[in-house]
């Protein structure tokens, strides 16, 4: 039984081409060979044919009998996902760090060295914002702050934040983030 175009396999089958050969011992005769091709991915091995139809037909008949073999033999590889340290990915404990929350944005941005660089703008603000209380953000309250400071605006704000949580330095949570321990520590904040 041959797969269809669809195959979860990932076959990819062509239409039969169509080759005109001339002998040249007989005049004006022709003889017309149906050609095919196909290529199909089971796990990590690959199968390409190309020839007669009939003959591939069959071969890809034998390949499919032994499809779950080959796979048990050469499964797909999937790439693994990075392994995450649970105890860095809480939120960072603010609270006893009055001395963030008592310096002006524009100030604590200076000390930080984040006035320029636009994922660490974000991120020390809103280190900045969760030391004066507030636990959950979201990033119209990041630019809020900067607006109110009179700082200049970041470019792409979710585009800021989205890097920070593939650093590890925030962690969103549903419409909200926040900053992660290692978030806190990129700053030299312990």
């Known amino acids: 039984m041959r797969p269809s175009t669809g195959c979860p396999f990932r076959c990819a089958t062509r239409a039969p081409l169509n080759k005109s050969v001339t002998f ?13 091709k196909i290529e199909i991915k089971i796990g990590e091995i690959i199968f390409s044919g190309e020839g007669d139809q009939n003959w591939l037909s069959e071969q890809l008949d034998k390949i499919m009998d032994k499809a779950e073999d080959l796979v048990a033999l050469a499964p797909s590889k999937v790439p693994q996902q990075p392994q995450v340290n ?28 984040a006035d320029t660089v636009q994922n660490t703008k974000f991120l020390a603000t809103a280190i900045w914002i969760e030391a004066k209380g507030q636990k959950r ?11 109110n400071a009179n700082q200049k605006r970041l470019r792409n704000a979710s585009e800021c934040l989205n890097q920070n949580v593939k650093k590890g330095y925030c962690e969103k949570e549903g419409n909200q983030f926040y900053v992660t321990e290692e978030g806190k520590r990129s700053l030299g904040i312990n």
């Open 24 to 36: 040249s011992n007989t005049p004006k005769k022709e003889i017309i060979m149906s050609e095919a």
């Open 86 to 113: 649970e105890a860095s990915h809480q939120p960072a404990d603010l609270s006893d760090h009055t001395e963030i929350a008592s310096q002006t944005l524009p100030s604590w941005l200076r000390s930080n060295n």
């Open 137 to 147: 953000l979201q990033t119209k309250d990041v630019t809020s702050a900067l607006s």
